[in-house]
């Protein structure tokens, strides 16, 4: 898995202090701050895109962004709400790409629909990770942003595959994802350190 965690406490204890809701707040946070940055990356460029498959992919994106903004990042704002999170971080839009621990790729002319395949396959693998982080955090501890974070990475499964059936529809090949992706890591304190493995190995394959 691209990203791995070291826990430090029990792991049947249960969410039962306010340093560890912050911290489910925290990662919460950061998955607001990029569905905001995936919304983006999908929306900005779905008009503009050239290549083959061009409507197909175009319309995918534009249905996958709202899958992002109205779905997912709706659903981590309504969660920190439940759980007495603050959002004044959050509430300035110029701290959202600092607060992200995915990188944010900028569509570059002349927006062909291979590079935009490969740069939102790279992004849903990041959010496939930083999904299975939450569930980690939460599995035995808050029920109910774990079930949270299993609808979602169900979601961002999904569209990795269809990403990458439009990618292998165009090349003939599947993207060599465990050769080109590069790990954030997403730093957290007290019950979770959250690492780099050893060795950069994707084990999803579609």
């Not at 929306?43 to 290549?51: D, E, L, N, P």
């Amino acid at each position: 898995m691209g990203v791995m965690l070291r826990k430090k406490m029990n792991e049947s204890s249960p969410v039962n202090s306010r340093i560890e809701v912050n911290e489910i707040v925290e990662m919460l946070k950061i998955l607001y701050a990029e569905e905001i940055m995936a919304w983006y990356q999908y929306y900005i460029v779905s008009k503009f895109m050239q290549g083959h498959e061009r409507p197909s992919i175009a319309k995918f994106f534009d249905e996958t962004a709202k899958d992002e903004l109205d779905d997912h990042a709706n659903k981590l704002l309504k969660r920190i709400s439940e759980l007495g999170g603050d959002i004044a971080t959050i509430c300035d839009i110029n701290n959202l790409k600092t607060i992200s621990k995915a990188e944010y790729k900028m569509p570059i002319q002349p927006y062909t629909t291979i590079k935009l395949l490969e740069d939102n396959i790279e992004s849903e693998i990041t959010a496939i990770q930083h999904y299975m982080v939450l569930a980690d955090l939460t599995r035995d501890r808050d029920y109910t942003t774990y079930c949270l974070a299993l609808d979602i990475l169900a979601d961002e499964e999904e569209h990795l595959r269809e990403l990458q059936d439009f990618y292998v529809d165009i090349t003939g090949k599947e993207y060599q994802i465990a050769d080109n992706l590069e790990y954030d890591d997403v730093e957290q304190s007290n019950c979770y350190d959250i690492v780099k493995p050893d060795e950069q190995i994707i084990i999803m394959r579609y």
